[in-house]
Structures are given as C-alpha cells and as structure tokens.
C-alpha cells in the first residue's frame, strides 16, 4: 500500500498483492508514481502510471477515442495505424518520435504514385498526435497513459492539395451505365451493381448504401432510415419508386445485409470494393468514366433538372445546413417535401430510361 498523512489524515492506496507483486517492484511504482506527488502535498488518490505511454498505447487509445465517438473511421484508422505503429516501434515512448521519422514512412508511399495513401497516413499520424496533446488534460480521456507530448511530429508536414471533383453523368451516361449494371458483359458479384444501382437513384452515400440492412429499410412506407450518419445526424429518406422496385427485388442475406461482402457474408461489402468495382469496368471502357462521389453530383445535378428545389435536394442527401435556423431551431422532418421531391426525380429517371430505350429500338 501507498500511504500519505494528508490534513491530519491517512490516504492509502493499493499497488498490488503480495506474492505476485514482490516488494523490490512495489517500491518501484511507488518511487515511480507516488514520491514525487507526496512531496508536493498532492493527493495520492489521483496518483497514476506516469510512464509515458508509447507509440501503440497512443494508437491504441486514439482508435478507442473515435469507436466511442461513433465514428465510422475508426475500422480504417486502425489498420492503417497498426502498420505505421510497426515501423516506427509499437515500445517506443510517442514522445520520442521525430518529424524525420514520419517522413521516412510517407515518402515512399507518394514516391510510387499513391499520394492519396500518402496523406491518408499524414492525416492519420496527425490526427492521433493532435488527440494524444489534448487528452493530456482531458478529464473525460479514459487512456490508460499520459504521453508527455510536447509537440505534434507531423503538425508541419504539409498535406497534399485537394482536387475538387466537378464531374457529374450527362443523362446519356447515366442510361448507359445503369443500364450496363442491370446486364454487365462480365461475371461480377450481383450485389455491388445493385447497390450502385441503388446509389444512383437515391444519391445517398456509398458507404451507408454499402451498409443497407434489413432494420433501416421500411417497406411500407418505402423509406430508408439510418439513425446514424457519416455527420453523425439521423437520417430518413424516401426512396424513388424504382429504387423501392429493386430493394424489394432483393432477398437480405441470413446476417439481414442487402449487400453481403462477397468474402465474408457476415459483413456488408466495402465501400473501398464497390470504388474499385467501379475503377475496373471503367478502366475496361465499358461504362462512363465515373467515380460513387460522381454518382451523388450527378444526382443533385440531374435532380435540379427534374424540378427539385434544391433546399430539399440537400436534405434528401442529408448534406448539413449550416445556417442558424437549421441548425438549432428547425426541427420539422420535411417529409411531404422530401416525397415530392422524389416523385419528381422518379418520373424524371423513368422519362429518361424509356426515352434512350425507344431510341436503341428505332
């Protein structure tokens, strides 16, 4: 036990169980976390592990931080994190590390041609470090360590430019790349160009079509309901009839996904397999050039010309409305408005679906 007369009383606290913790190492927690704080006159009842924690502990707790936070990048941010934590050394103090260091890991990733990876392993150094000084002081941070960070290794590295995407499918594109997805000319996994399917008639996010479950789909009212999104809003949209068409068509697996991995069924397919589905029949020349994010500009596109106003194009992609009255005082679903909204794209797809259909016939 660790014992302190504090205020004319005694504080005692646990350090461990005799046999297992021998006295040699109790006096070694002791010395380590209690001396120091008795001198000062602080309470040993806030004593802890003053080791500073190390590159893994950091890792380790800044995915814990996001998985608690509901954030859907804690599954990417950890394999990514694990590989970085590898190569700078999992037992090394965070503190130790250098911004020379982070650069011996990223340049060789931008020098064979991934610069997206490349700043995707900036960001994910950075963002941990950035956590580690802050939870520092963080009454509410649950890591078992305290980092002793001084600094954030990689606050200087530069990020790599951003390219804004403007592409977005002429009405002639879009026939032809739904209608490749309905009959493809090369065995694919039938559920990936149904959802793409899917992502092109509703314009929602490819990583929450992706995720479609049987609980977030009512097949009464023809909605899709996710009580959690990318920007941590709940989020229910009607879908087009066409797209209730093709859901309905649709039997959920054993696991209730729409869209099972092929891999693995007891998972959803991936949003990075339904890209790089995309990229390879794209690369093939069989479809348009066209990324998912393309998808969802061309649906806000394409639906500003159907006729809907674009307030309620922005909240049938439930982008965030950024004004005060959205944000703190409007609370009314706009679901009248969202199902005329899509009504309207409904009968604008249909339009151009026959339209380009009768025209292959004459």
């Known amino acids: 036990m660790a014992q302190q007369w504090r205020d004319e009383k005694r504080l005692k606290k646990k350090l461990g169980s005799y046999p297992s913790m021998p006295l040699s190492k109790a006096r070694e927690i002791f010395n380590r976390d209690f001396a120091e704080l008795i001198q000062k006159g602080r309470s040993i009842k806030i004593a802890g592990d003053t080791r500073p924690g190390t590159v893994a502990d950091l890792f380790e707790a800044y995915v814990a931080y996001l998985k608690g936070g509901g954030k859907s990048s804690w599954k990417e941010a950890e394999k990514g994190l694990n590989k970085i934590a590898d190569t700078l050394g999992r037992n090394r103090p965070a503190r130790d590390i250098e911004p020379d ?36 002081h963080d009454y509410r941070s649950t890591a078992a360590r305290r980092f002793r960070l001084t600094y954030n290794p990689a606050a200087g590295i530069p990020t790599e430019p951003k390219t804004i995407g403007t592409r977005w499918l002429s009405e002639e594109e879009f026939v032809r790349l739904y209608r490749w997805l309905e009959c493809p000319d090369t065995p694919v996994h ?95 020349g069989v479809i348009p050039h066209a990324t998912n994010r393309d998808l969802r500009r061309t649906f806000k596109t394409l639906a500003g010309k159907a006729g809907v106003p674009k307030e309620i194009r922005d909240r049938l992609q439930n982008h965030a409305l950024q004004d005060v009255s959205s944000k703190h005082y409007d609370r009314w679903n706009y679901m009248v408005e969202k199902r005329a909204g899509m009504a309207k794209w409904d009968k604008f797809v249909r339009a151009m679906l026959a339209k380009k259909r009768m025209k292959a016939a004459a």
């Open 101 to 136: 260091e982070i650069i011996a890991i990223i340049r060789p990733i931008y020098e064979r041609g991934k610069r997206s990876m490349a700043d995707h392993v900036r960001s994910y150094i950075r963002s941990a470090f950035s956590w580690g000084l802050k939870s520092e």
């Open 190 to 284: 039938p559920s990936y160009a149904r959802a793409v399917q899917i992502i092109m008639l509703t314009g929602q996010r490819v990583e929450e079509i992706a995720r479609l479950h049987v609980d977030q789909w009512d097949a009464k009212e023809r909605i899709i309901d996710w009580t959690k999104t990318k920007n941590l809003q709940p989020h229910a949209v009607p879908v087009p009839s066409l797209a209730a068409e093709l859901i309905e068509s649709i039997i959920p697996n054993e696991h209730g996904w729409f869209f099972p991995s092929a891999k693995d069924p007891s998972k959803p397919v991936s949003h990075g397999t339904l890209y790089s589905f995309i990229w390879r029949q794209r690369d093939r």
